[in-house]
């Protein structure tokens, strides 16, 4: 996936600076059904990345949609953490972070979205291929603004 490592390292620093200021941390790990072409249960492709692994004291939460939110403890975990803010990044812009941003926006949540630190693939419309960099821009600049904030990790961190 095109920008998939440089937007781990983006994640990185995002996650040395909340666990170096003991702020909660969430891995929504995307397990899907037997039908899927990726995710499947007991595959390469359900494991968190190792550049961005989580660690004692982290949740990870499973999910088998897009929306972090569907048939999840998210809702509960963070009402019950007085949570109002989220901060989002991952995988993928188009498909798992936009579902996840919007409907967070829906539940009453103020969102950054760290846009640097996801990354997004080539899509195919119409017979026209329409490149991961084009499809990164488009989503981040139709979530800004409305459902998010969009910021890139240096200027979230100097905040």
């Known amino acids: 996936m095109a920008g998939a490592e440089e937007a781990a390292q983006q994640a990185i620093l ?3 600076s909340f666990r170096s200021d003991e702020k909660p941390i969430v891995f929504m790990q995307h397990i899907a059904s037997e039908e899927a072409s990726f995710f499947k249960p007991h595959t390469h492709g359900v494991h968190i990345h ?3 692994e989580p660690q004692k004291g ?4 499973q999910k088998s949609y897009p929306n972090s939110f569907r048939d999840t403890a998210l809702l509960t975990l963070l009402r019950k953490g007085g949570i109002q803010e989220l901060i989002i990044c991952g995988m993928m812009t188009h ?3 936009d579902t996840t941003v919007r409907a967070a926006y829906d539940l009453g949540f103020s969102c950054k979205l760290i846009g640097d630190a996801c990354a997004t693939k080539t899509l195919e419309y119409e017979g026209r291929s329409v490149d ?3 499809v990164q821009a ?3 600049a139709a979530i800004d603004g409305t ?3 969009v910021l890139n990790t240096k200027v979230f961190l100097d905040l």
């Open 14 to 16: 995002l996650i040395e």
């Open 50 to 52: 190792q550049s961005v």
């Open 58 to 61: 982290d949740v990870v939460l």
């Open 95 to 97: 498909m798992c972070v």
């Open 132 to 134: 991961s960099k084009e």
């Open 138 to 140: 488009s989503y981040l």
């Open 147 to 149: 459902f998010a904030e």
